[in-house]
């Protein structure tokens, strides 16, 4: 049950940050992280069904490429699959810009070995 609060909650706070972004501009920019761009996706296509008229671009390109973004500017949102680190972070305040981070998944690996592989 919490864990379906936190995620009810994280979803809330990630919609209204969508609002306020996209209040401002016609289109809403998210660059980042591969790992998260099909789920982000999908989220932007469920929002933009629900608000007509507003815009969003989700692109991949790796976490750092969307810290980077959001740096420069060229983004709105970024989407890292890790922490900001502690470089990214100075280089965002020197901007004025006050970089936080909302976790909104867990990523699961696995190593899978096919059993007739004759590694022990």
């Known amino acids: 049950m919490k864990k379906i609060i936190t995620l009810l909650g994280t979803i809330a706070l ?15 920019q998210i ?17 933009m069904e629900k608000n007509t008229g507003k815009f969003i671009a989700v692109t991949g390109g790796g976490s750092g490429t969307g810290l ?6 060229t983004c709105d949102i970024a989407m890292s699959s890790r922490n900001i680190k502690e470089k990214e972070i100075e280089l965002a305040k020197n901007k004025n810009i006050e970089p936080f981070e909302i976790k909104v998944a867990l990523d699961g690996l696995a190593v899978v070995v096919n059993p007739a592989n004759p590694v022990s």
């Open 68 to 73: 980077s973004s959001l740096i420069s500017g």
């Open 14 to 28: 990630i919609v209204a940050t969508l609002s306020t972004v996209a209040a401002k501009n016609k289109m809403v």
């Open 31 to 47: 660059k980042g992280s591969d790992t998260m761009v099909n789920l982000v996706q999908t989220w932007a296509e469920k929002y």
